[in-house]
């Protein structure tokens, strides 16, 4: 599985799982409450701005680092 689809599906997850409703969400990140619904059934995928969006407003925050080898970085 690569590192994107890691990420969608831990946030697919965390959307199916949330306490927040699609409206609430909506509200936070403005992120149109049918591309959730469509993001949450699997049926799409989301770009990586939305991404960026929507990661914050369920908890989780998204870095970008080097790769490292070995436990050294390269």
Do not use: C, H, N
């Amino acid at each position: 599985m690569t590192t994107m689809s890691k990420i969608t599906e831990t946030l697919r997850q965390a959307v199916q799982k949330s306490k927040k409703s699609r409206y609430a969400l909506w509200q936070e990140t403005r992120i149109e409450q049918a591309v959730l619904s469509r993001f949450a059934t699997g049926s799409r995928g989301l770009s990586i701005d939305t991404i960026e969006k929507l990661a914050p407003a369920l908890g989780f925050e998204i870095v970008l680092r080097k790769k490292t080898r070995k436990g050294k970085k390269v």
